[in-house]
């Protein structure tokens, strides 16, 4: 599959509701599917708290990923990324090139030196993307999602400016 990661901007309200309401994953990954956790969807559906989501376009223009930036507080420096690709683009080894493409984004940003990423424990797939692309698993914690408890695996990367 040729797809070419273009463009990164805010994401926009028509993008939001798309990823919201049309993205929808097959099995164990349904788990992403927006709509599964009201939180999460509250927060992409409403500008005023998705300030800090952007969207990336291919250069077709074709909505192919989101990710938002979380600041850590109290740890300066530290950002972490959530992300997300359309269902149709996972499982073709598109994973990498997209990490890079908001690596580099957050390097252009100046202001953090190490990402940190926040994984389904099942989500083994996305586990080995993360580790080939330079990430390090670094613990493990259990979060309320999707109205329940999952464990979640921490992975982190310095990124150099």
């Known amino acids: ?29 349904s788990f992403y599917d927006m709509e599964n956790d009201q ?11 998705r300030k800090h989501y ?18 850590i507080e109290d740890r300066n420096g530290q950002v972490e990324v959530g992300l997300g690709m359309a269902p149709e683009l996972t499982g073709h080894g598109l994973g990498i090139k997209l990490m890079q493409m908001i690596e580099d984004y957050v390097k252009q940003i100046g202001k953090y030196h190490k990402i940190i990423l926040s994984v389904a424990e099942f989500n ?12 390090r698993i670094t613990g493990s914690e ?20």
């Not at 939180?39 to 708290?49: A, C, Q, R, V």
């Not at 952007?54 to 600041?71: R, S």
């Not at 408890?149 to 990124?159: D, G, H, Q, V």
């Open 39 to 49: 939180e999460d969807y509250d927060e992409i559906i409403t500008p005023e708290l």
């Open 124 to 135: 083994k797939r996305a586990q080995k993307v993360y580790q080939r692309a330079g990430y």
């Open 1 to 29: 599959m040729k797809i070419v990661f273009s463009q990164i901007q805010q994401l926009s309200q028509k993008n939001a509701e798309i990823i919201a309401t049309k993205w929808h994953y097959d099995g164990e990954y």
């Open 142 to 161: 259990d979060e309320a999602s999707n109205g329940g408890i999952y464990r979640f695996i921490l992975m982190a990367k310095e990124i150099k400016k």
């Open 54 to 71: 952007f969207e990336v376009l291919a250069d077709d223009g074709q909505l192919t990923a989101f990710f938002c930036l979380d600041p």
